[in-house]
């Protein structure tokens, strides 16, 4: 049974400053990641997906991945109360790469303090 | 392109009756996942669907049950509801990355 790990928070930013999301994951094996944002009472939204080690950036968000220690990193830049939601980090059921089925963390909550 | 609608968006039902949602993928997409969500267990996988054939099934009884129409269209039905069911029931379109829809929302009483 694959597993993913967060910290389900609250973890409460500042304004401005980088929010920094960690999610470990237990089948070494896993060959994508997917981060999604999910606000209260909506869907899930994809905000980045990874699959090669280092880092992915696409506007403020940068994905960080280390395949070797099994973790993977959200980070948001210069943060705006818009931000704060549920971030939730997913890996492919069947290893391998694909998304035919996620396993997802119990997600981080984080809020963004004006 | 429109994104992945998901019918009804809310239901109320009551222990023992069954319950039919259905979901329309992106145009394109054959794949269509299944997930529960609730506040306790968070998001799980039901089950995945690709040119009609299940291909993964997550770890829920036999009372979950689904299937994919020729036009990618699925449906998730539950049968003999009961309380803990209560949840939103979220359909995904894709299979390199996963669109969700809006979800239904799902309450037995």
């Known amino acids: 049974q694959k597993e993913v790990e967060q910290n389900s928070g609250p973890l409460s930013v500042p304004e401005g400053a980088i929010a920094s999301l960690n999610c470990t994951y237990s089948d070494r094996g896993s060959q994508s990641f997917f981060w999604y944002r999910q606000y209260s009472g909506k869907s899930p939204e994809l905000i980045m997906f990874i699959y090669s080690n280092g880092d992915k950036e696409d506007g403020r968000f940068t994905a960080q991945l280390n395949k070797a220690s099994q973790y993977v990193s959200l980070l948001i830049r210069d943060s705006q109360p818009s931000d704060s939601a549920t971030y939730l980090c997913?890996?492919?059921?069947?290893?391998?790469?694909?998304?035919?089925?996620?396993?997802f963390g119990k997600g981080t909550h984080l809020i963004i303090q004006p | 392109k429109a994104g992945v609608t998901q019918t009804p968006r809310y239901l109320i039902k009551t222990r023992g009756q069954q319950v039919t949602l259905s979901c329309s993928p992106i145009?394109?997409?054959?794949?269509v996942s299944w997930y529960q969500q609730t506040p306790g267990q968070g998001l799980q996988f039901l089950f995945e669907y690709f040119s009609e054939t299940q291909r993964n099934k997550g770890n829920f009884p036999g009372r979950f049950s689904g299937r994919q129409f020729s036009n990618s269209r699925s449906e998730m039905n539950v049968s003999t509801l009961e309380l803990g069911d209560s949840a939103l029931y979220l359909c995904?379109?894709?299979?390199?990355?996963?669109?969700f829809g809006p979800g239904t929302r799902l309450l037995v009483l």
């Open positions: 997913a890996v492919p059921i069947n290893s391998g790469g694909g998304a035919d089925g996620l396993t």
């Open positions: 145009s394109g997409h054959r794949s």
């Open positions: 995904a379109s894709g299979s390199e990355t996963q669109y």
